[in-house]
């Protein structure tokens, strides 16, 4: 028998995906939980796997985009018996080959529910079609400069790069967004970072980086400012009452966002630890769709590139995001003496359709007076 | 020998499963008491229909013929044969399901089945044992307490299908679809036929415009309603039959006691595995399993309309669940039709119903008077109607009363499974002459583009 080799649910908003590695050919033969082919979606790549034991036929190729629940192959379970290497072939009686492909006793009791209702069918009324009749009148074109070929070249844009390309301009339309700025002296920060280190690698078998120390800033700033952890949802305003903050980082396959959860209930350890999970997990490509569900509060670092200042973009529907860069000596005023201090700019983008100015500033000034005096958080300030 | 699925019943519902079943590998039987096929092969749709077919050529010899400039001096027709030419066709059918189980290997279990364990379906005393069990038992005619049924002269739709001859005088208790069908059968065979329908609508599930231009057709054939009108009692005398209604009395040589159906599950041993039906009815979840698991139920006995093709669509889905498959049925995509002279057909849902949603729709029409093809064949009667989704312009219903609408209503039915909009089934082009342009000009009108009206 056939089994169909259907695109699986993959989150929410996951509709389609494109194909974008095929790992096994058509006609070879595949054991059940094979990796068949990866999908690259919206968020994630994910590879499908062989539903049972048999010869594969795919339907679709690279680059090919499907949808979810599309049949994309079969796996010929007749198949199965001839080809697979350890089945004893001559052994089998020929009624035997036969039999049921398919074990009634397996039969899916629970699954999805095969009776579309009245209702549900009127639920799924999608997308509203053009009401009236088409017009004539050609639809506005943005204005396009000629390009001669051969002066560029050309590739396909993944599918991630569409949704970070349609996310951020969302994010810039939809919200009403400016950054504020401030600076924070690292020396307190690097002094605690020199001195207790090896203590912390003993203790928690990571090092003890910037990042832990302004993730805690952040929860203790949200704490103050919750406006900042709230999104706007219809006519109301939503305050997390989570502390699940997000870390960009910058992956092979282009911009991720996974979570850190519980912030507020975290050791610098058990932060670092987290941090350190998805670095690996990056870098091998396996950031989940669920890592990076939620999450109230976004910190993205374009320091570890060299970046002086720069004005980060809302990761909606979040109100706000931190901006962190390079650490540089300079030249800074302390009483009347000029001293010299590792100094990193700090950026906080923020919705003002819901967060205020004061508020935005207030919270980076509490920020900066934690990070600087460490031991501040330690009392809770 | 263990069986991988019994299904008992072998009706539209059951000899389909049956044969999905089988074809998906899996080892199948089918309980059946009575000649395979079930109530629409041997006491509904098809018995019907081959009447309904005979009946309607008598008609036209008499009334369409003349306007076609051919004259028969003197038409007639052989009743007996009528009958006996609708035995041959059921016939045929009873042999094509055997046919069928025979080339899918599905054993035909004959007795009646009813259930000893979850695993074990007890037929005339065998016990069979198996893995899965698909009840598809179908329903059976309500009759009312004070009028007992003998299938002569107090009949069913089964008495209808066989009656010895044309009554003179024909009463209809109950103006629904089996109703007017049966009704409209002997009415064109010579019968005086007055219905008596309690509700203020004839065929109360069709769209409030369908019904009312379909009533006044059939009164223009000579067919007389009595709507918001009960039976009270009745009086069954050696030369007539007697209603007493609350409004006046009716009398009639037969009755035709057309009032509904109820599902039928009697000997099924539903007490012995613990289902219990409710209203009749046996309770299913999304996936067609009863309160045991491995029991499964499709067609009249569950919830939906009782109508065969219904029936047979939930028994593919069954044998596909069972094959591990993900199948789904739409039931907003389940089509109904009438098989009168002209027909009605219908899918979806009817203004009041999508309005009753709380829905916003628009509705376009489309009389077959003005239709090309229909004007060529002198079909006259009826109309398409259309209601689409205000705000999406997505097909909610699509109404059809008219000459073939069965027919019609396949690409109507495509639509609105796949919601199509009003404007996208406006702008399919459709061949002309024919009724179906019909179809386009209703959609047309949704958005007052209609050409020809």
Same mark, same amino acid.
């Given at each position: ?381 | ?9 072998? %009706? ?170 049966? %009704? ?270």
């Amino acid at each position: 028998m056939k089994m169909e080799i259907k695109v699986p649910e993959a989150g929410e908003s996951v509709t389609e995906a494109t194909v974008s590695q095929v790992l096994k050919e058509t006609g070879s033969f595949v054991k059940t939980d094979d990796e068949l082919i990866e999908l690259e979606t919206d968020k994630v790549n994910q590879p499908i796997y062989a539903p049972a034991d048999g010869t594969l036929e795919l339907t679709v190729k690279v680059d090919d985009v499907v949808k979810v629940g599309q049949v994309i192959g079969y796996v010929d379970t007749e198949g199965a018996a001839k080809q697979a290497p350890e089945a004893p072939s001559a052994a089998a009686p020929k009624e035997e080959e036969k039999a049921p492909t398919t074990s009634p006793e397996k039969a899916a009791i629970e699954g999805p529910s095969a009776r579309v209702s009245i209702d549900e069918h009127l639920q799924k009324l999608e997308t509203p079609a053009p009401a009236a009749p088409p017009t004539l009148t050609p639809a506005p074109v943005l204005p396009k400069t000629k390009i001669e070929e051969g002066t560029v070249t050309r590739r396909r844009m993944t599918r991630l790069r569409k949704t970070i390309a349609k996310r951020l301009v969302a994010a810039k339309n939809e919200t009403a967004m400016l950054t504020t700025f401030n600076e924070v002296d690292m020396s307190e920060i690097m002094a605690i970072r020199s001195r207790e280190q090896e203590g912390f690698v003993k203790r928690n078998g990571v090092k003890l980086g910037f990042m832990s120390f302004f993730v805690k800033a952040v929860v203790a700033a949200l704490k103050e400012f919750p406006d900042v952890n709230s999104f706007i949802d219809g006519d109301e305003i939503a305050t997390f009452q989570t502390y699940d903050v997000c870390i960009a980082v910058s992956t092979e396959k282009g911009l991720m966002v996974p979570v850190i959860r519980g912030c507020d209930e975290m050791s610098f350890g058990q932060i670092e630890q987290n941090i350190a999970g998805f670095a690996t997990k990056a870098r091998e490509g396996k950031i989940s769709i669920d890592d990076m569900r939620g999450g109230s509060f976004t910190i993205t670092n374009g320091g570890v590139f060299g970046s002086m200042l720069s004005t980060p973009i809302l990761n909606p529907p979040q109100s706000a995001i931190l901006g962190m860069h390079t650490i540089v000596k300079r030249p800074v005023v302390i009483g009347d003496k000029i001293e010299i201090r590792p100094i990193m700019y700090l950026a906080l983008s923020y919705d003002h359709r819901i967060v205020d100015g004061r508020e935005a500033i207030q919270f980076l000034v509490h920020m900066k007076n934690n990070l600087e005096e460490p031991t501040r958080m330690l009392i809770d300030l | 020998m263990k069986y991988d699925v019994i299904v008992i019943g072998s %009706g539209p519902g059951g000899y389909v499963a049956a044969i999905r079943c089988a074809q998906l590998g899996m080892k199948t039987a089918c309980v059946e008491k009575g000649p395979l096929g079930g109530t629409c092969l041997n006491v509904g749709c098809i018995p019907s229909k081959a009447l309904l077919h005979s009946s309607e050529l008598v008609y036209k010899l008499d009334h369409h013929l003349p306007e076609h400039g051919i004259n028969i001096e003197k038409s007639s027709f052989d009743f007996d044969k009528m009958m006996g030419r609708k035995r041959d066709v059921v016939t045929s059918f009873n042999q094509g399901i055997a046919a069928l189980f025979k080339k899918n290997k599905i054993d035909h279990l004959q007795g009646t089945g009813s259930l000893k364990s979850p695993t074990t379906v007890s037929v005339d005393g065998t016990d069979y044992e198996t893995t899965h069990i698909i009840l598809a038992t179908g329903s059976e005619p309500i009759s009312l307490p004070f009028l007992p049924i003998d299938e002569k002269r107090v009949v069913t739709s089964t008495g209808a299908l066989s009656l010895e001859q044309v009554p003179k005088k024909l009463l209809v208790i109950g103006a629904g679809v089996i109703g007017v069908e049966l %009704g409209s059968v002997y009415k064109r065979l010579g019968s005086e036929v007055t219905f008596i329908e309690f509700l203020p609508k004839i065929c109360p599930t069709l769209d409030e415009t369908i019904s009312k231009a379909f009533q006044k057709i059939l009164e223009k054939q000579g067919m007389t309603f009595h709507l918001n009108t009960k039976v009270t009692a009745a009086d069954i005398a050696q030369d007539k039959i007697t209603l007493t209604t609350d409004k006046e009395t009716f009398e009639g040589d037969v009755v035709l006691c057309s009032i509904g159906r109820r599902p039928y599950t009697q000997d099924l041993g539903l007490e012995n595995v613990g289902i219990t039906p409710n209203k009749g009815f046996i309770p299913i979840n999304g996936r067609f399993q009863t309160s045991v698991p491995n029991i499964y139920a499709i067609g009249d006995i569950v919830d939906g309309p009782m109508l065969a093709h219904k029936a047979s669509e939930e028994g593919v889905v069954v044998a596909e669940i069972l094959a591990n498959e993900n199948p789904t049925i739409d039931y907003i995509a389940i089509p109904s039709v009438v098989y009168t002279d002209p027909e009605v057909a219908a899918v979806g849902l009817t203004e009041k119903e999508a309005k009753d949603k709380g829905l916003e729709v628009k509705t376009g029409s489309f009389p077959f008077s003005i239709n090309s093809r229909a004007k060529c064949t002198g079909e006259l009667d009826g109309l398409v109607k259309i209601v689409a989704d205000a705000k999406t312009d997505i097909l909610l219903g699509i109404h059809i009363v008219g000459a073939h609408a069965s027919e019609i209503i396949a690409e109507a039915v495509l639509a609105i499974h796949n919601k199509v909009t009003a404007l996208e089934l406006a702008n399919t082009p459709h061949a002309h002459p024919t009724l179906s342009e019909a179809v386009k000009e209703a959609s047309l009108d949704v958005h007052k583009r209609v050409i020809h009206k």
